[in-house]
């Protein structure tokens, strides 16, 4: 089973051009996540759409500085829940004009 599809990442610091973005919002958080209904889970979480949240709220193109977080809740067999979160720095592309 793929658990993500990333463009980029890493867990060690980097020098990363960034010279065509400019912050469009710092500490953006997303997430995705689904219940769980007398032991019956009612989907997946996936790291692709928590980052998908983050990017459609902050209107970035890219997440930097970014920190995954899983919270699981379950109460059997009644209940449960489970999210994904992702919390970073959006950065958005410069425009043609914002670069010169």
Do not use: C, W
Request: glycine share 8%; aromatic share 8%; proline share 4%.
């Amino acid at each position: 089973m793929r658990y993500a599809n990333l463009a980029v990442a890493s867990t060690r610091p980097n020098a990363i051009n960034v010279e065509g973005y400019e912050v469009a919002q710092e500490n953006v958080v997303g997430s995705d996540s689904f219940h769980i209904l007398f032991v019956i889970p009612l989907g997946t979480v996936k790291l692709e759409r928590a980052i998908e949240d983050a990017l459609a709220k902050s209107g970035g193109d890219i997440l930097i500085n970014v920190n995954v977080d899983i919270t699981q809740f379950y109460i059997p067999p009644v209940y449960g829940y489970t999210e994904m979160t992702v919390h970073g720095d959006a950065l958005k592309r410069k425009t043609t004009a914002e670069r010169k």
